[in-house]
């Protein structure tokens, strides 16, 4: 009788292990930032790109950084990609080459991603434990009412103070 009662427990033990969220801080903060380039029209200059963000559609970021590092370096008119490409680095677990490229988005004021900027910058500073650093800027963030991300820096400080400690 015993052993019907301990293979269910096993099973149901097993099931929720594996579809279990996770759990770290870095990817319950980190979202991929939404594709906004597939629908574009093919051409002869952005097919390479069309074809990253196909791969980022499917959450294949390896595949996509690939594709979007060939097309900066054949293609730097659409600075947008380095965006993608920050979270292709966040998704693969590298938020210092992440921060690298919003450092290039950054350096090309481009306005229309200054909040992206911020946010994944804090996001980048997450991923990497430089929690302090993410902590100051969340919190720059979450005063600011109009800025795109101030609600999720306000969710993020509350786990940073209960991660923090303080």
């Known amino acids: 009788m015993r052993s019907p009662f301990v293979l269910?427990?096993?099973l149901l033990f097993t099931a929720c292990r594996d579809s279990a969220p996770s759990d770290t801080l870095c990817e319950r903060t980190f979202q991929p930032y939404p594709d906004?380039?597939?629908?574009?029209?093919r051409t002869k200059a952005n097919g390479v790109y069309l074809d990253a963000m196909a791969l980022y559609a499917q959450r294949d970021y390896v595949g996509a950084k690939e594709g979007l590092k060939t097309f900066l370096a054949q293609q730097?008119?659409?600075?947008?990609?380095?965006?993608?490409l920050a979270c292709c680095h966040l998704a693969s677990g590298e938020p210092y080459e992440a921060e690298l490229q919003?450092?290039?988005?950054?350096r090309d004021n481009i306005m229309q991603f200054d909040d992206q900027i911020d946010w994944y910058s804090v996001v980048c500073w997450v991923c990497s434990d430089q929690l302090d650093r993410a902590k100051t800027g969340a919190e720059r963030i979450a005063t600011l009412k109009a800025h795109t991300y101030s609600k999720e820096a306000t969710a993020l400080?509350?786990?940073?103070?209960?991660?923090?400690?303080?």
Do not use: N, P, W
Request: glycine content about 6%; hydrophobic content about 40%.
């Open 8 to 10: 269910f427990l096993f």
């Open 36 to 41: 906004l380039i597939t629908g574009r029209t």
């Open 76 to 84: 730097r008119d659409d600075r947008s990609a380095y965006m993608y």
């Open 102 to 106: 919003l450092d290039h988005l950054e």
């Open 157 to 166: 400080l509350k786990e940073l103070e209960v991660k923090m400690g303080r």
